[in-house]
């Protein structure tokens, strides 16, 4: 059983640029979800991905968007970059939506860093 | 969606128990109550969850109170590998996790 990539591991941008982040879910999932770590704080939610459509959002402006391929892997980009932008990035799969119980698989995350 | 409260730091002395208290008053009837983990330079991982009732598993067991406006996770014998950011967490309306700042557990040999 395969668990959840990420990459790249580590980026650095500058402010103004555009930034795509990449994930492939654990085997036989095809729920994918985002979530933006700052310093010091715990995960915020950005969005979730299912069937290929976005399947629910947090609090994040449109410039963060994303996509789901067939094989379920998903992309995060985010544009015109901002300082505050800097965090880890993860990625976590899971089931579909709606079961009784659905624990989230995570990646070990992308670092960015925007200058 | 509020948040869980927990305290930001704890510690513990290896092979000893430990008990993680959560805060979470406003949850409402059917929210599951979930505790995850985040050792350093890693991603969360699961520890536990439940609903009403008192759980266990293999890693930690996890009480829940009566009124379910609380609940402790109980690690039974600490290891320097415990030693983490341990996450109480209400699931969202949009089947997401709605992370706190959770509390930093260290494990003293």
């Known amino acids: 059983e395969t668990g959840v990539t990420q990459s790249p591991t580590h980026l650095i941008k500058t402010r103004g640029q555009q930034v795509t982040l990449r994930c492939s879910s654990q085997s036989g999932h095809n729920t994918v979800s985002w979530y933006q770590q700052a310093l010091g704080q715990g995960p915020q939610f950005i969005f979730q991905?299912?069937?290929?459509?976005?399947?629910g959002r947090g609090n994040f402006p449109p410039r963060f968007s994303g996509l789901q391929f067939p094989n379920y892997s998903s992309e995060l980009n985010v544009n015109a970059l901002e300082l505050d932008d800097s965090a880890l990035y993860l990625c976590a799969s899971s089931l579909p939506p709606g079961q009784p119980y659905n624990e989230q698989f995570f990646g070990p995350g992308t670092r960015l860093t925007v200058l | 969606d509020a948040k869980t409260t927990q305290p930001n730091s704890m510690e513990s002395n290896e092979e000893e128990p430990v008990h993680l208290p959560c805060n979470h008053s406003t949850i409402s009837g059917t929210d599951y109550i979930h505790w995850y983990r985040q050792l350093p330079s890693q991603g969360p991982e699961y520890v536990i969850h439940g609903l009403t009732s008192n759980v266990n598993n293999r890693m930690a067991s996890l009480a829940i109170a009566e009124d379910r406006k609380s609940s402790t996770l109980i690690l039974h014998r600490a290891t320097l590998r415990d030693a983490a950011v341990y996450y109480c967490i209400r699931g969202g309306s949009q089947g997401n996790l709605i992370f706190g700042k959770g509390t930093k557990l260290s494990v003293k040999p």
């Open positions: 991905y299912y069937r290929e459509e976005e399947n």
